[in-house]
């Protein structure tokens, strides 16, 4: 659960969301554009689309780099109704926004601009940002105290009023002084929005069209400017692998609380890692360094035990999994099942209190409740070419060592013998055996070890 889960929006004015996601990121290091890099198991860009959509945007513009058909599909993934926009020249962040001038010119009450880069702004924030267009305001900056405001720039304010924002390297000393300084974010009022953006020119050190000049462009045309403060983490920009690690650990706090709210135990909280959509019922328990990946579901009462890795899974209530359990896409395990020590699951149902306690690979199976299935059985589900299933049934018991090999059906009851190799389906009820006939030669040690130990003295 996250708190794009809980957050409900109030305001019935329309809001378009412009989202800023062309930068390159060089510092990242990547062939991957910057906001394609993940935190909590979905891209930064993800994080800003879900927020949004939380907050009540009911139009959302994307604004992205030339030939980045990889940052289109992620946004149709996420809002396949949004404007996509392609900023050929980069030449200040106005000009960006100006880039989804077609969106800009739908009428609209309140416009928010975003950035693909600050995945941790939530949704009750951009709902904060624009609450004071609806009394009046013409254009909402979000603060933030910095700490250190270096390369920020500065809100020059008179009282409870924002008369500017003034970029670090066009401020003076006094102006640097200032530590009240720009989270990047901004609401503007939808009547007005064009007007000011068109107004915004490139005389600056750097010669670029910055957003952040249509707070001054508003104020001389007579229109009043606010200012949403929110916390300094919330607005943390990444633009390199730290700052990536740094949003990561924000993030896995914020959700690692939000479990144990809900009423989860985490035993040891930092070493578990949760993904954006981990969902785990009442009464759950899970063990040290336990990694969960996208798309796992873990209903009430269910124990996940140590150096457990899950992904795509589905566990039910009263479940068992672990230690050194991998679930991968496709598992399913039943109430009061267990899947034990080095197991590894792959597109399996376990049944109601079957066990898999150790040493075992399932894949593309199915096994009926109360089933018991031995150390070191394998489904063998792939020839190189195509998968296939097995079907293991109700209350049967598979020997351990042994290997299924698929297509095959173990039926209700039914037995495998220990080290069996199985290829032809067993009924219910029977004993299957796949293995050469035992033979013992009397003797034959004590034979050996004196013919040894004769060439080993010569």
Known sequence: M????????????????????????????????????????????????????????????????????DVAKEVQKDRPDAWIFVQKDRLGTAHAVLTAREALEQPVDDVIVAFGDTPLILPETFAKLRAPLAEGAAVVAMGFEAKDPTGYGRFI???????????HKDASEAERAITLCNGGLMAIRGDVALTLLDRVENTNVKGEYYLTDIVE???????????????????????????????????????????????????????????????LGQDVVVEPHVVFGPGVVVEAGAVIHSFSHLEGAHIAAGA?????????PGASVGPRAKVGNFVEIKNTELGAGAKVSHLTYLGDASVGAEANIGAGTITCNYDGFGKYRTEIGEGAFI???????APVTIGKGAFVGSGSVITESIPADALGLGRGRQTVKEGWAIAFREKAQAAKRK
């Open 2 to 69: 996250t708190s794009t889960d809980t957050f409900k929006p109030s305001s019935p004015r329309s809001c378009l969301a412009i989202v800023l996601a062309a930068g390159e990121g060089t510092r990242m290091k990547s062939a991957k554009p910057k906001v394609l890099h993940q935190v909590a198991n979905r891209s930064m860009l993800g994080h800003v689309l879900a927020a949004l959509t939380t907050a009540g945007a009911t139009s959302t513009a994307v604004v992205i780099g030339p030939d980045r058909e």
């Open 217 to 279: 462009i508003a104020r001389h045309l007579g229109h009043r400017t606010a200012i949403a403060v929110v916390s300094e983490e919330e607005v943390h920009g990444v633009n390199d692998r730290a700052q990536l690690a740094a949003a990561e650990r924000i993030i896995q706090e914020r959700l690692r609380h939000e479990v144990m709210a809900s009423g989860v135990t985490l035993v040891a909280p930092e070493t578990v890692f949760l993904s954006h959509d981990t969902r």
């Open 157 to 167: 304010t008179s009282g409870d009023q924002l008369l500017a924002i003034r970029e």
């Open 399 to 405: 020997g351990s060592n042994s290997s299924l090999v």
């Open 320 to 328: 068992g999994v672990g230690p050194f359990a991998r679930l991968r």
